[in-house]
């Protein structure tokens, strides 16, 4: 069983700061990709960042120069520090991870609950 637990959202006046952290736990053999997704009311899930287990990243072009992604390997855990934030920015924040849960298993996509940003004055 793997868990994806995220951490860290609530409500934060725009222009002000939040970082989001997601652990992986369980029967864990490697995991290759990790990153953050969002959902806001009426709208699509979309990607927000990623990051590769070499390091390499990836943002959705408006979180550019705000957005940072980081992730402990040792820890399986994820992190998304948001500066400048926006009231577009308010949505339901989600980990995902891409994974081996052992040597011989496919790799598998799993997600954590969701943690809610709401960014409103």
């Known amino acids: 069983q793997v868990q994806l637990v995220e951490s860290g959202g609530g409500l934060v006046q725009p222009g002000g700061s939040l970082r989001l952290s997601c652990a992986a736990s369980g029967s864990i053999f490697s995991i290759y990709v990790m990153g953050w997704y969002r959902q806001a009311p009426g709208k699509q899930r979309e990607l927000v960042a990623s990051i590769t287990s070499g390091g390499s990243t990836n943002y959705e072009v408006s979180v550019k120069g705000r957005f940072t992604i980081s992730r402990d390997s040792a820890k399986n855990t994820v992190y998304l520090q948001m500066n400048s934030l926006k009231p577009e920015d308010t949505a339901v924040y989600y980990c995902?991870?891409?994974?081996?849960?052992?040597?011989?298993?496919?790799?598998?996509?799993?997600w954590g609950q969701g943690t809610q940003v709401t960014v409103s004055s």
């Open positions: 995902n991870a891409e994974l081996q849960r052992t040597y011989t298993d496919y790799r598998g996509l799993y």
